[in-house]
């Protein structure tokens, strides 16, 4: 079975400057990765994905993450986080060859983001 | 497109009260999957339906449980009788697989208490 950690719980940031969220995953053959943003009271909102050829995706609103299957890892980046960029990240994995299709979500990481 | 509509989107209700949640996907999606949040076991599927047919249902907590997609436009998730345990953030989440990626999107939420 397949599992997502994101050793982070919290992390606070300033505005201006850079940021790194981690996630690793645990699952036998090549996953599908992505990252959703979960603002206070809102859904799911989707950043990015990753499903296969370059191992560095950019999604929406300047975030970009890199798939390293050397180190079962996917972390989120993003060179200058602004003030609205405070919310709840989550890293999924999706296993569609397994028949499963529901995704395997991490616990999250808050960010918080100091002016 | 409007996105997966859930409703409503706030619901109070007492202990041993029928609570029901809707959902409809966005237009073409043949996957519809249910998810649960809490603070304790995080994001949780509950079980998902592959043109209207119910796949994957093992998440389903227990009896009190149930969820019907009588068309493709239309889900419900149903709890009866309710308890304070109930009381979560459920989600309702629509896919396609399209070019052999899948990838899901998710409604605003429903967040249930339970008193």
């Known amino acids: 079975a397949q599992s997502v950690t994101q050793p982070d719980i919290h992390i606070t940031v300033s505005e201006g400057a850079s940021l790194e969220l981690r996630c690793n995953y645990s699952?036998?053959?090549?996953?599908?990765l992505f990252w959703y943003v979960q603002s206070p009271g809102q859904g799911l909102q989707l950043l990015l994905k990753?499903?296969?050829?370059?191992?560095l995706v950019q999604g929406i609103k300047g975030f970009e993450a890199e798939f390293k299957r050397s180190q079962s890892s996917f972390n989120l980046r993003k060179p200058s986080v602004h003030w609205s960029d405070a919310a709840e990240y989550f890293c999924a994995v999706g296993a569609l060859d397994t028949g499963r299709r529901a995704l395997t979500f991490g616990s999250g990481t808050r960010l918080q983001v100091q002016p | 497109d409007a996105g997966v509509i859930q409703s409503p989107r706030h619901e109070v209700t007492e202990m041993g009260q029928e609570v029901t949640l809707r959902c409809k996907p966005i237009?073409?999606?043949?996957?519809l999957f249910w998810y649960r949040q809490t603070m304790m076991r995080g994001l949780e599927l509950l079980i998902y339906?592959?043109?209207?047919?119910?796949?994957?249902d093992s998440g389903m907590p227990e009896d009190r449980f149930s969820a019907k997609m009588p068309n493709a436009s239309f889900s419900t998730l149903k709890i009866q009788p309710s308890e304070p345990r109930d009381s979560a953030v459920y989600f309702c989440a629509s896919s396609s697989r399209d070019g052999g990626q899948e990838t899901q999107y998710f409604g605003p939420g429903t967040r249930l208490l339970v008193l």
């Open positions: 699952y036998g053959a090549t996953p599908y």
């Open positions: 990753y499903f296969s050829g370059d191992t």
């Open positions: 339906f592959n043109n209207n047919v119910p796949i994957d």
């Open positions: 237009s073409g999606h043949d996957y």
